[in-house]
């Protein structure tokens, strides 16, 4: 062990005479350590509000949507195939190194789509109305892109194909639990849908106006969509509009939800104007930017806490300074050097910050992993879209927070130190 660092620890060690100091020096690591958590228990939560937001909306929403500029257009299947056709590559070194450990040889691409037609209609149940985004669904396709929430009541989104079949029944649809109760309708009941564009009569515009049989309830948990959505089948959807086979869209799946931007321009590219491309990271822009926002927010303020402590490491080591002047003094005749005294006290700043530090980390892992498996802390689920705690901790966070607080731990022990190494012997042991 060096001299420097076998001077700290004996420092660290105070006798009876200064228990104050080692009282003062204890309140310090655990300032530091106390922070640390925090630190890693706030960042862990929201990370993992983040995560289960993006896990809704890419469940409900798809990672690229497929729009044409004038409306339905025709021949859908031979774009589809063009679309599924499209690949490509991760750039740089990086990019080739997870193209091979994830399989991807052929490049990141589409791994399912699904066309659709949505409608902006009125909804109407006797005396109810709601406003609704009816959205047609092909049912052979559509759940192997998007997820259209669990079914609480009544059939699922494949049944949607019997009904209405040749004419012969009323088209089903399935809405959102919200919409139901909205609308004061159950399964098998019938509502009406209304279109505002509907025929010219001698009196003016008509609305059109189809029955429609609810043949199933789901619920996605995000309280928005549960009450503006509702399904019916792709071919109700082109009837209701008059539109033949055309579609107004495709929504698609990729292979790597984070290459969806590269791949949604080349997409755009592929098949030109007018068609246009939109992912997934854009239609939700400012929901994930504010989440980012306010997680740095968050880590700047609760960094406060690391700043009290470090203000306590300064307030211990002053005190440790004056109260070993006489020992400094003597070191200083024996011929240490000014460099080691300074270094003297900063080994024993930077060992307070470093003890908290790993106290810090192992109890903020700790609960973190308390929280994420016995789920003890219950929040509203209609607020938050989830009962209980979002846990999700990076060792990146985790990392990033150790390195700060050191950084601050060791900018504390400078002036201390500093002020340490200018002590004069001849003085400190003429007073002593």
Known sequence: MSFEWFVALRYLRAGRKQAFISLITCISILGVAVGVMALIVVIAVMAGFQDHLRTKILGINSH?????????????????????????????????????????????????LTPFVNIQALLSS?????????????????????NIGDIIDGEGISALKKYGKNGRRIPGIILGKEMARTLGVSVGQSIHVV????????????????????????????YEYDASFAFISIHAAQKLLGIGNRVQGFELKVSDIYAADRLSQAIQKALGFPFWTIDWQHMSRNLFSALKLEK????????????????????TLIMMVM????????????????????RIFMYNGITIGLIGTLMGTVGGIGLCWALSRYKFIKIPADVYYTSTLP??????????????????????????ARQAAKINPSEALRNS
Do not use: W
């Open 64 to 112: 690229i949507l497929v729009r044409h500029y004038y409306g339905p257009f025709d021949n859908p299947d031979k774009i589809g195939k063009k679309i599924m056709s499209v690949r490509v590559k991760r750039p740089g070194v990086l990019g080739n190194f997870l193209n091979d450990v994830l399989g991807e040889k052929d490049g990141v691409h589409v791994t399912a």
């Open 391 to 416: 846990i999700l901790l990076h060792t990146s966070d985790v990392l990033a927070i150790s390195i700060s607080t050191m950084i601050i731990c060791f900018c504390a022990t400078i002036y201390p």
């Open 323 to 342: 109260e070993k002047k006489q020992d400094i003094a003597i070191l200083k005749a024996l011929g240490a050097s000014d460099r080691k005294i300074l």
């Open 195 to 222: 279109l505002p564009s509907g025929t010219i009569s001698p009196v003016g515009m008509l609305p059109k106006i189809r029955p429609f049989r609810v043949i199933g309830i789901t619920t996605t948990g995000v």
């Open 126 to 146: 006797g005396t109810r109305v709601s406003g609704a985004v009816i959205r047609g669904v092909d049912p052979d396709t559509v759940t192997k892109v998007i």
């Open 296 to 315: 740095l927010a968050m880590f700047i303020v609760l960094t406060l806490i690391v700043l009290v402590a470090a203000f306590n490491i300064i307030s």
